[in-house]
């Protein structure tokens, strides 16, 4: 559901050929939105992990705000999926190197659907570097999107809870920030990504505290999880099975505790590690690398 494209109370400029269908907060269709249920932005969530978790909260029930940076044509499809499991979703164009386009993300979102409940910070640049390569801007590049944005986004959520718990004592929030099983298994490949995700991981404990008690702040750390470019798929099979479980965990395996960090409202301040024990173990290089 969303307010009509042309309409005087939708069209906002985005960016460069980009349309905000969003609603102002006190329109009928925002109320409409705001009265079905639970609203959870996933960013990153037009492919691969993003999508499937996307998919799964929709299914769940959750009304999913999917972002995405340039696959504009895989969100509209993620949205369209997501509408027929929880009949109330709709995408969000942001640049996470932009940090007034992170800072507008929530407001946007809030707009649309009239509340936000849960944040999945999903969306994640992964590159190479090395000892030998690393460099200023490449570590910049990650610590914006895999750091900085998500604790933007964090802070957003909660002064968003805040405005709402002054008519509602029970509004809560709840972050998810995915990590890496890397963090407990360093390797030297991908430096920057690795501090990225370190840092990240960090700031989930501190914000697990700061947001207290009103906002809960969840680390999960999959496992090799899907393939890629890098890896064929006789390759990726095998090293999927390199666990003491003698598997890694599936998109359904981290969705499934993405959904249970969601929910359960004991947990915070803590990171589940969904990689079938992968952290264990000793690698002396990243998967793409073997």
Not at 123 to 149: P, Q
Not at 171 to 176: E, S
Not at 235 to 256: E, Y
């Amino acid at each position: 559901m969303s307010c009509p494209p042309d309409s005087p109370a939708a069209v906002s400029a985005i960016g460069a050929g980009q349309v905000d269908t969003s609603c102002p907060p006190d329109s009928p269709a925002a109320s409409t939105l705001a009265a079905k249920g639970r609203t959870v932005l996933v960013t990153g969530a037009a492919r691969r992990l993003g999508r499937s978790m996307a998919l799964a909260l929709a299914a769940a029930g959750w009304q999913v705000a999917v972002h995405y940076r340039s696959s504009a044509q895989e969100a509209t499809e993620t949205v369209a999926e997501c509408e027929g499991l929880s009949g109330a979703s709709a995408s969000f164009r942001a640049d996470f190197q932009d940090e007034a386009a992170v800072r507008a993300l929530v407001p946007r979102v809030v707009r649309h659907f009239g509340r936000l409940d849960a944040l999945v910070n999903s969306a994640s640049v992964f590159e190479h570097d090395s000892a030998a390569s690393f460099g200023f801007a490449a570590l910049e590049k990650h610590l914006r999107s895999n750091t900085g944005a998500p604790v933007l986004l964090a802070q957003a959520l909660h002064q968003h809870i805040l405005a709402r718990a002054a008519a509602d004592e029970q509004a809560q929030g709840v972050v998810v920030n995915l990590l890496d099983q890397k963090l407990w298994n360093t390797n030297p490949d991908f430096i920057s990504y690795t501090l990225s995700k370190a840092a990240l991981e960090a700031a989930g404990n501190m914000l697990a505290l700061a947001l207290a008690p009103r906002v809960r702040v969840v680390g999960v750390a999959p496992g090799l999880t899907l393939t890629s470019a890098l890896l064929s798929a006789q390759k990726f099979a095998q090293l999927h099975r390199l666990s003491p479980l003698g598997r890694s965990s599936t998109p359904d395996d981290v969705a499934a505790a993405v959904l249970f960090a969601l929910e359960n409202r004991s947990i915070t301040g803590t990171t589940l590690l969904v990689d079938g024990g992968q952290h264990l173990m000793r690698f002396e290089r990243d998967f793409s690398m073997m």
